[in-house]
């Protein structure tokens, strides 16, 4: 039987997002107008990008149970886990690492599982085959009729969500930046910019498959290419989930200057890259470069996220 669609503006989200300009030398001695594009402020639990994601997976799942997949500190985790509190459907967690399953929960974990989420820990090999027919087959039989999303919520749907931040962003822009772990949000943004704008990915893995991810997404988005968009691959920091003290450092002194908490597996990279690419010259006098936030440090607002 099909289910009663989710009434997803219960959730009461900030939308648009603000934009709010920064005053910064490290771009005003350049001619960069920095602007800061506050996804963070979309909803306290589905923050940013995962709002966008999200919210027309969770539309087509209409009730079912979302089963999806991530890491042991998955923001996507825990934002599809608060979620289904919020709205009442039933959610499970595939998680990497089947070493983990005999320890105590992280607080990551632990809060998907405040929040109802049933967590299914699987090997690493396991998990890379997990869109194989297979593999997803032993989890339906495991769990039953599911709404099937990707790790970091990206697909067809999640990019045509996405287009919305480039569509909020008409005429105010020349240059709209924002750190990719999946690519979904940079393909859907770059579809949703004018074309008279360009949209700039930060990666926050090592590997250099971001592209052919972005590529393949549009595709199945849109049918094709769409918008103007491209990676600088050069501020991973090692790879996802990790940092050094040198971006500590950045992060440290971005929120001294702006009272601005800066998550640092994501926002912090990008904004550390933008300071690079104006200090390069790569930014021409005069760009209106906007810079997406994400999301904030996990905790760093009252309702866990």
């Known amino acids: 039987m099909p289910c009663d669609p989710l009434d997803l503006s219960r959730l009461q989200p900030v939308l648009p997002s603000p934009l709010h300009p920064v005053e910064d030398e490290r771009f005003d001695r350049h001619g960069i107008r920095l602007l800061l594009k506050r996804d963070d402020l979309i909803h306290p639990d589905l923050p940013g990008n995962k709002w ?65 989420m049933r967590l299914h820990f699987v ?34 749907l999640a990019a045509q969500g996405c287009t919305a931040l480039g569509r909020e962003l008409h005429g105010l822009a020349d240059v709209v930046a924002v750190a990719c772990g999946t690519g979904g949000t940079l393909a859907g943004l770059a579809a949703g910019l004018a074309p008279e704008q360009r949209a700039l990915g930060i990666p926050v893995l090592c590997g250099g498959f971001l592209g052919d991810a972005v590529r393949q997404l549009q595709r199945e988005a849109f ?46 990279k990008l904004l550390y890259g933008l300071t ?30």
């Open 223 to 268: 049918g094709g290419p769409a918008g103007a968009w491209s990676l600088d691959g050069r501020f991973a920091f090692g790879g996802y989930a990790r940092t050094t003290p040198e971006l500590h450092t950045f992060a440290d002194d971005f929120e001294d200057r702006h009272g601005l908490p800066v998550e640092r597996l994501y926002v912090a």
């Open 123 to 156: 090997d690493r090999a396991t998990y890379r085959a997990k869109t194989d027919p297979a593999v997803l087959e032993g989890l339906l039989s495991a769990y039953g009729a599911c709404s099937v999303v990707p790790e970091g919520g990206s697909n067809a």
């Open 52 to 116: 966008r994601k999200l919210a027309p997976n969770l539309a087509a799942a209409a009730g079912r149970t979302v089963l999806t997949f991530g890491g042991a500190y998955s923001n996507h985790l825990r934002a599809t886990a608060a979620a289904g509190r919020l709205l009442g459907f039933p959610t499970v967690g595939v998680v990497r690492g089947d070493e983990l399953a005999g320890r105590p929960l992280n607080p990551s974990l632990a809060q998907c599982a405040k929040d109802g």
């Open 276 to 305: 690079v690419l104006a200090r390069e010259g790569a930014l021409a006098p005069g760009t209106r470069l906007v810079a997406v936030v994400t999301g904030q440090p996990w905790g760093a607002s009252d309702s866990s996220r």
